[in-house]
C-alpha cells in the first residue's frame, strides 16, 4: 500500500463497503491501493461515512454527516432515512415516498453511491467508472431474495454512475485484509459483524492469500448489531413508548392492548418512522383518548410526540449507548437509558443479566450461522486456528465470549473494526487490475 499523494494517485477502481450504518470507500490501480478516503470532513472519523439521508421540506436531500446536520437545523423535521441495506432482499420494499414523491429503493441506495463516487473523485480530482463492492455472504436464506438483493444494489451503482460493477462476500475481502498476519498457512474462521448481518467465511490461508478452492464455506445471518438494539427496546424501552399500554373502545367493555403490528415497529428504528403515518398518528390519538389509566395514556402520549417529532433515530442513538456500554469485557453491572426530550422523559437502568437474556436470541442466531457454515464444511470447530473478527458488533462481549468458547483451541485476532473490509476489497481490487494486465 502507497502512502503517495493523492494528486500522484490515479485510481482505476473505487473499492465500496456499502453498510447497514457506515460506508466506507477506497481506491486502486494495478501498482498500489489506497485506504478508506476521507470524504466526509465534518464527520467524527472523515472516513466512515453514515449511511443515512435526509430530505427537507423541498425534497432536498443531504447524505452522510450533513444528513444529521441538516436534520437538526430543522428540528428534526424532513424525513431522516437509515438502515436501507436491510431492504435489499426485501420483495415487499419497492418504493417509499416524500413529500408526495416516489423514490425506488435503488435510488435512495444510488444517492448514497453517488455520493461516495462524487466525492472520492474530487478527492483525486479525476472520474473512476469502475467499482468492486462489498456485500454480505447471504442477504437472506431465500436464495431468490439473496439474487434480488445483489440486482438492487449494482442497479443502485449503475445509478450512481459506475459503469464496471463487480461484488465480493464481505468475509471474503476481510480475508484479504488479514492475510500479511499469517507467518504460516493456518485453517481461519472470519468474522464480519456489522450492524445489520454477521456473515462468516472458512478459509485456508497462507501470507499469499487463498484460491477459490481454500474458501471450505460461507455463511451470515441478517442478525448483528441493529438486532440487539431492538431487543433492548424490546424488553426494557417499549412500554414507555405504550407497547403495553390498555384501552377500552368506546361504549365497549373488554380491555384492549396496543395492536402488535405497530408494537413491532418500535423494534426498528426504520420501522418507528412509519409510525408518522397519519392513519397510524389517528389511531394512537384515539388509544389514548379511551386508556383504562393514566400510566397508559402517558405512554401513548410518549409515543405520540415520538412519532410526530420523527424521534426513533434519537431513541436508537441512546440505546446505542447502552449496549456499548454493556459490551465491554469489563461492562459495568448496569447502565442507565436516558432519553431527555420534552414531553419524553425516560431513564430505565438494565443491569448485565438483563441485557444477556434480552440479546440471547440474537446472539444464538449469530452462532448458530457460524457452526452451521462448520458443519457444511464437515469441519470440526477444534479445527480452526485463527478466529479473525471485524466489524462493529465484534466489540460485543457477550458475542466474542460465545465464539471464543466455541473455538477454544483457536488464535483470537481483531481486525479493524470498520476499515477492514473496505481495505481488503481494495487489494483485491489491485490484484485483479495485475491479473487483467498479465
Not at 5 to 33: C, E, H, K, M
Not at 93 to 122: M, P, Q, W
Not at 378 to 406: F, Y
Amino acid at each position: 500500500m502507497s502512502s503517495a499523494a493523492s494528486n500522484r494517485f490515479q485510481p482505476l477502481v473505487y473499492a465500496i463497503d456499502f453498510g447497514t450504518t457506515n460506508s466506507l470507500i477506497a481506491a486502486a490501480n494495478a501498482s498500489q491501493w489506497e485506504r478508506a478516503l476521507p470524504i466526509d470532513p465534518t464527520a467524527p472519523d472523515p472516513t466512515v461515512f453514515r449511511s443515512i439521508l435526509h430530505f427537507d421540506f423541498d425534497g432536498h436531500a443531504s447524505f452522510g454527516a450533513r444528513a444529521l446536520e441538516r436534520y437538526r437545523q430543522l428540528g428534526m423535521q424532513g424525513r431522516l432515512v437509515r438502515s436501507l441495506k436491510r431492504h435489499l432482499p426485501s420483495k415487499s420494499f419497492v418504493t417509499t415516498e416524500v413529500d408526495g414523491k416516489s423514490y425506488r429503493l435503488e435510488e435512495l441506495v444510488g444517492g448514497i453511491l453517488r455520493t461516495l463516487r462524487e466525492r472520492a473523485n474530487a478527492h483525486f480530482e479525476c472520474d473512476v467508472t469502475r467499482v468492486l463492492l462489498g456485500r454480505p455472504a447471504r442477504f437472506s436464506e431465500n436464495p431468490s431474495d439473496d439474487a434480488l438483493a445483489e440486482t438492487r444494489l449494482k442497479e443502485a451503482a449503475r445509478l450512481a454512475g459506475f459503469t464496471e460493477i463487480a461484488t465480493c462476500p464481505e468475509p471474503l475481502a476481510a480475508a484479504y485484509d488479514f492475510q500479511d498476519h499469517l507467518a504460516e498457512p493456518k485453517l481461519v474462521m472470519i468474522a464480519d459483524l456489522g450492524g445489520g448481518t454477521s456473515d462468516f467465511s472458512l478459509i485456508r490461508m497462507s501470507r499469499d492469500g487463498y484460491r477459490d478452492e481454500d474458501v471450505l464455506g460461507t455463511g451470515g445471518v441478517s442478525v448483528a448489531g441493529d438486532a440487539l438494539d431492538g431487543a433492548l427496546m424490546q424488553h426494557h424501552i417499549a412500554r414507555h413508548f405504550g407497547a403495553k399500554a390498555r384501552y377500552k373502545a368506546p361504549f365497549g367493555k373488554n380491555e384492549l392492548t396496543m395492536p402488535l403490528s405497530l408494537v413491532h415497529k418500535l423494534y426498528s428504528s426504520v420501522d418507528m418512522s412509519l409510525l408518522s403515518q397519519r392513519e397510524v398518528l389517528e389511531f394512537l390519538r384515539k388509544v389514548r383518548d379511551f386508556s383504562v389509566s393514566e400510566p397508559d395514556r402517558a405512554a401513548v402520549d410518549r409515543l405520540l410526540v415520538a412519532a410526530e417529532d420523527a424521534l426513533g433515530f434519537h431513541v436508537y442513538e441512546a440505546i446505542e449507548l447502552v449496549k456499548r456500554e454493556l459490551a465491554e469485557p469489563d461492562h459495568p453491572r448496569a447502565a442507565n437509558f436516558q432519553f431527555d426530550y420534552p414531553e419524553v422523559a425516560i431513564t430505565e437502568a438494565v443491569d448485565a443479566s438483563q441485557f444477556e437474556a434480552s440479546t440471547q436470541k440474537a446472539i444464538d442466531a449469530i452462532v448458530g450461522s457460524v457452526v452451521g457454515v462448520l458443519e457444511r464444511a464437515q469441519v470440526l470447530p477444534e479445527e480452526v486456528d485463527v478466529l479473525c473478527c471485524t466489524g462493529g458488533t465484534a466489540k460485543v462481549h457477550l458475542i466474542e465470549s460465545r465464539l471464543r468458547a466455541l473455538f477454544s483451541n483457536a488464535e483470537l485476532h481483531s481486525l479493524s473494526s470498520f476499515r477492514a473490509v473496505v481495505d481488503g476489497l481494495a487489494r483485491l481490487a489491485q490484484q485483479q487490475l495485475q491479473t487483467a494486465n498479465a
